[in-house]
């Protein structure tokens, strides 16, 4: 039986042909710290890894292997963390943890951008405004 990735909306599995494209799948760690990281790095509410779950190399950087040998392994203690989260299971920057100081962010970021776009934008001449060099002045 095949197995799957466990990440959020992978659908690599271990099969002749993603072996061909260079996907290696890797067991979660039996150290009990080290898995717990592997399982928040999910984002998968309520997962628990069992022996049978794998994560596809997709989900490590290229420093996170051990390529030296005939096997591809991992680096002692390395955490996946290269994943396509979609928003809701995105994380928050540090320090914006209500909904209220998210959206007083985003009022001022949108603030900013707004007098950022004031100092650089020519001003649009107004019907009252006096051109001189269209002005005919004869002395």
Request: glycine share 4%.
């Amino acid at each position: 039986m095949p197995e799957h990735c466990a990440a959020y909306s992978c659908s690599n599995r271990r099969t002749i042909a993603s072996r061909a494209r260079g996907i290696t799948f890797h067991k979660f760690p039996k150290d009990k710290d080290v898995r717990k990281k592997w399982e928040v790095a999910l984002r998968r509410e309520g997962f628990t890894a069992s022996v049978s779950s794998v994560l596809c190399s997709q989900h490590f950087k290229q420093g996170d292997f051990d390529r030296t040998g005939q096997i591809v392994r991992l680096r002692d203690g390395v955490i996946p963390s290269v994943f396509s989260f979609p928003v809701h299971l995105q994380r928050l920057e540090k320090g914006m943890a209500t909904s209220a100081s998210r959206r007083a962010e985003e009022i001022l970021a949108v603030a900013s951008q707004d007098s950022q776009e004031m100092a650089t934008s020519h001003p649009q001449p107004q019907p009252n405004d006096v051109n001189i060099s269209t002005l005919n002045i004869t002395s």
